[in-house]
């Protein structure tokens, strides 16, 4: 098995232990913008490539690299910048 499909299935296991559910991989293009919305669920996003940067309704900026892992609370805005090619797990708990 190819190192990265055996790492995105282990974070997959980990993470439904965790609760988490609809639980998938995305590929964003560098470029791309999530305007300003929120989700009535947690969601939580684990960088296996590339960069993102979110920013939540406090101001803060959390840039996100290969590695990183960052939920995002129930109810909170936030949008998302796609920063370079990048490639993340998704994951919800209602």
Not at 63 to 89: F, Q, S, W
Request: charged share 30%; proline share 3%.
């Amino acid at each position: 098995m190819a190192p990265l499909k055996r790492r995105v299935d282990e974070l997959k296991e980990e993470l439904e232990r965790e609760g988490y559910r609809d639980i998938f991989l995305w590929t964003d293009r560098g470029g791309v913008y999530y305007p300003t919305h929120c989700h009535q669920y947690e969601e939580v996003r684990i960088i296996l490539e590339g960069e993102m940067m979110l920013i939540n309704s406090k101001g803060q900026k959390f840039y996100l690299k290969a590695g990183d892992r960052l939920k995002v609370p129930a109810g909170e805005m936030h949008e998302a910048y796609i920063l370079t090619d990048c490639t993340y797990l998704s994951g919800s708990k209602y």
